[in-house]
């Protein structure tokens, strides 16, 4: 089957990967990342690796030798060495204020028993106990 991404880099996007590489003072995922780019380089003189190759050689999935490719072709070097940005993230419940309070509240003394009774909600309960 044909690749529908082939990865072309010049000569100083191979030198930069390759240094990367070398190095080895960046995220193993960076690495592999950069393994993957130059195994899959399409102007070596073997041609470059085919992908289940690549994803044997460097214990990846297919997916992931994939995506790399996909996402250097279409949006640079720099994004495909990177982590894809996560959009869909839940908004925090809490701003920095709230947790402050949540903090303090569990951290505080349970509440005491005052003029109307004991309070019976099982958290403080299990305050007396200890």
Do not use: F
Not at 27 to 38: D, N, V
Not at 95 to 115: K, N, V
């Amino acid at each position: 089957m044909e690749k529908k991404y082939r990865v072309q880099l010049t000569a100083e996007e191979q030198e930069e990967l390759r240094d990367l590489v070398s190095k080895g003072r960046t995220a193993a995922y960076r690495q592999t990342h950069a393994h993957i780019l130059l195994l899959s380089y399409e102007n070596q003189v073997e041609g470059g690796m085919k992908d289940v190759e690549i994803a044997r050689a460097l214990k990846v999935g297919t997916a992931t030798v994939e995506r790399v490719r996909q996402r250097c072709v279409e949006e640079g070097l720099e994004r495909a060495l990177g982590r894809k940005e996560q959009i869909n993230r839940r908004a925090k419940k809490l701003d920095g204020q709230g947790e402050a309070h949540l903090i303090a509240m569990a951290c505080s003394q349970p509440p005491q028993a005052g003029p109307v009774g004991r309070c019976t909600c099982w958290r403080s309960n299990w305050w007396s106990r200890r």
